[in-house]
């Protein structure tokens, strides 16, 4: 009976060393899979500013643009004005 127990005993602390070598194995598995996706996280948030900042700077070009736009669209407007005007004052 002691004999059998002691095999039982070996038998059970064999498949704990086993799956203990596994689960071991899986953590480190998963341990490197988490670096990567950390590290993919960093590089997409380092993406994701220069973006934005891309962004922002082409904003303020265009917003640049609309103003010189809209600043030639109001001396045009006074100078026709102006010219509206000069000829009413001649006729």
């Known amino acids: 009976m002691l004999d ?3 095999s039982e005993l070996e038998t059970a602390i064999r498949d704990l060393l086993q799956r203990n070598q596994r ?3 899986r ?3 998963l341990e490197q899979a988490l670096l990567a996706a950390r590290e993919e ?3 997409l ?3 994701l500013l220069e973006q934005e900042e891309h962004g ?3 904003r303020q070009r265009v917003e640049g643009l609309l ?3 809209s600043a030639q669209s109001v ?3 006074v100078a026709a004005d102006a010219e509206q005007r000069h000829a009413a004052s001649v006729e």
Request: glycine residues 0%; hydrophobic residues 40%.
């Open 4 to 6: 059998n127990t002691l």
């Open 23 to 25: 689960l071991t194995a």
């Open 27 to 29: 953590t480190q598995e």
């Open 41 to 43: 996280n960093d590089t």
């Open 45 to 47: 948030q380092l993406s």
């Open 56 to 58: 922002a700077s082409t």
């Open 67 to 69: 103003a010189l736009l």
């Open 75 to 77: 001396e045009q407007a």
